[in-house]
């Protein structure tokens, strides 16, 4: 398998742009995990998604914030609009079983910079 | 509200000595508790865990050990091996399924050869 896949690997955008970054999971993995990166609080859960359902979406930061899971196979998280502050590096990981039952793999991870 | 604190950013050992990483928690609650490591450019990577009903456990030249009253978790290397330079990144959760694994600032590692 080709682990998690993440797109785009690097972005940069302006204050106020729309940011959509996207992630494929491991096929077979029920469990999608969305995690924000930044040196001061170091790698934060924004949402979970269990079977293409949003479980707990209490880490999102805030409205601009928003994901979806159309499918088993596809998942997105969009910034809109995106300030600075957003700039970080997001991964997504998913999973067969929630933790620790089950270890969950990350993804390559998106550098997002916001100017 | 930090529940998952790595105080030291960074941590240099010669080759061949032994890395001590150390994270501390807030959360009594917490039974069960995992290192990741990360080398740039790729995502993190499960590397050991520990559940609360054991103060030590260990996986080659990896151990970690966890005291409960102290709330302090370590993640001891030996020997450190070059190859063991990445970022370390320590994890904590509940085993009823919250699904939430709550981490640390993380730790960069360089062993030099």
């Known amino acids: 398998d080709a682990g998690v896949i993440q797109s785009p690997r690097h972005e940069v955008t302006e204050m106020g742009q729309e940011v959509t970054l996207r992630c494929k999971p491991i096929?077979?993995?029920?469990?999608l995990f969305w995690y924000r990166q930044t040196m001061m609080r170091g790698l934060e859960l924004l949402i979970y998604?269990?079977?293409?359902?949003?479980?707990?979406d209490s880490g999102m930061p805030e409205d601009r914030f928003s994901a979806k899971m159309p499918n088993a196979s596809f998942s997105t998280l969009k910034i809109q609009p995106s300030e600075p502050r957003d700039s970080a590096v997001y991964f997504c990981?998913?999973?067969?079983?929630?933790?620790?039952?089950?270890?969950?793999?990350f993804g390559p991870g998106t550098r997002l910079l916001v100017l | 509200d930090q529940q998952v604190k790595q105080n030291s950013p960074s941590l240099s050992v010669q080759e061949g000595r032994i890395s001590i990483l150390n994270c501390d928690y807030t959360?009594?609650?917490?039974?069960?508790f995992l290192w990741y490591k990360k080398y740039p450019p790729e995502g993190p990577t499960f590397l050991i865990s520990?559940?609360?009903?054991?103060d030590k456990n260990e996986d080659g030249r990896f151990t970690v050990f966890l005291n409960k009253s102290a709330k302090h978790l370590s993640l001891h290397i030996v020997p450190s091996q070059p190859g063991d330079s990445a970022v370390y990144f320590c994890a904590a959760t509940f085993s009823g399924n919250t699904g939430k694994l709550i981490f640390g600032q993380g730790t960069t590692l360089q062993v030099k050869p």
């Open positions: 959360n009594s609650m917490f039974d069960y």
């Open positions: 990981a998913s999973s067969l079983a929630l933790p620790p039952q089950e270890t969950q793999y």
């Open positions: 520990i559940s609360s009903i054991k």
């Open positions: 998604f269990n079977n293409n359902v949003p479980i707990d």
């Open positions: 096929s077979g993995h029920d469990y």
